[in-house]
């Protein structure tokens, strides 16, 4: 099974500060048949359902701010918030899909 | 508009059962993988299994603490995708969650998906 390690587990930012979390996967994500990381990064605000922010380790969702950004490749990655709003508060999960039983980082909270 | 409505859930007594169901809308239910994630109280998420489309071959894959006794099924005629679990356990207390899994087989191989959409949650509570 594929283990998802994120850092740090809590992270305080200032407003328009800059936030980087981290995610490590202990094999690649990477298919070689379509060049593809199979890693995605949710955003869950308390009481409500996890949101889709980047899929294909890079790829921005429709509607999320260009403020997100997701980069890396194999095993280890990252989720960028480039000037930090108060509505970014939020506990951020990244997720592999490149094989079953699917897995979740454990979390990383983010703060002002 | 996409939307996935859960309802059931509850409370059950340790070895008890309870069903939830998802239904869809706003996009081609039958031919979409459906997964279920769930949450229990302050931790973090935790898939729990995966059915594929029919078209895909319909096969069901589960995360071992729940092998056994949660069973998913869909009946794409309601646009719906269920999950009846068995002999719950005190550590199955949880807020349980379907998404729309994009998913897919090409030939003989098959690609995971994202989670693009989920449902609004649905309470599971298990004690004595």
């Known amino acids: 099974d594929i283990v998802m390690t994120q850092s740090p587990d809590s992270l305080a930012v200032s407003l328009g500060g800059r936030a980087t979390i981290h995610c490590k996967s202990n094999q690649s994500l990477l298919y070689s048949s379509n060049n593809k990381n199979f890693l995605a990064w949710y955003q869950q605000n308390p009481g409500q359902p996890p949101k889709l922010l980047i899929y294909w380790a890079s790829t921005r969702e429709s509607g999320v701010p260009d403020r997100f950004s997701g980069s890396g490749s194999g095993t280890d990655f990252s989720l960028t918030i480039s000037s930090l709003q108060a509505e970014d508060v939020a506990v951020y999960y990244c997720?592999?899909?490149?094989?079953?039983?699917?897995?979740f980082g454990q979390g990383t909270k983010l703060e002002i | 508009e996409v939307q996935l409505v859960q309802s059931g859930g509850g409370s059950a007594k340790p070895g008890g059962s309870l069903r939830l169901s998802c239904a869809a809308s706003?996009?081609?239910?039958?031919?979409?993988?459906m997964t279920w994630v769930r949450q229990a109280p302050g931790k973090g998420l935790e898939w729990v299994g995966r059915?594929?489309?029919?078209?895909?071959?319909?096969?069901?894959h589960y995360a071992a603490p729940v092998r056994g006794r949660f069973t998913m099924s869909r009946d794409d005629s309601k646009n719906t995708v269920y999950l009846l679990m068995d002999s719950l356990r005190t550590e199955d207390t949880a807020v349980y969650y379907c998404?729309?899994?994009?998913?897919?087989?090409?030939?003989?191989?098959?690609?995971?998906?994202?989670?693009?959409?989920w449902g609004q949650g649905a309470l599971v509570t298990v004690s004595t």
């Open positions: 997720q592999q899909y490149y094989s079953t039983p699917r897995s």
């Open positions: 059915i594929k489309s029919k078209n895909d071959g319909g096969a069901t």
């Open positions: 706003g996009f081609t239910f039958n031919t979409a993988w």
């Open positions: 998404a729309a899994d994009g998913g897919y087989c090409t030939g003989s191989i098959c690609y995971g998906g994202y989670f693009d959409y």
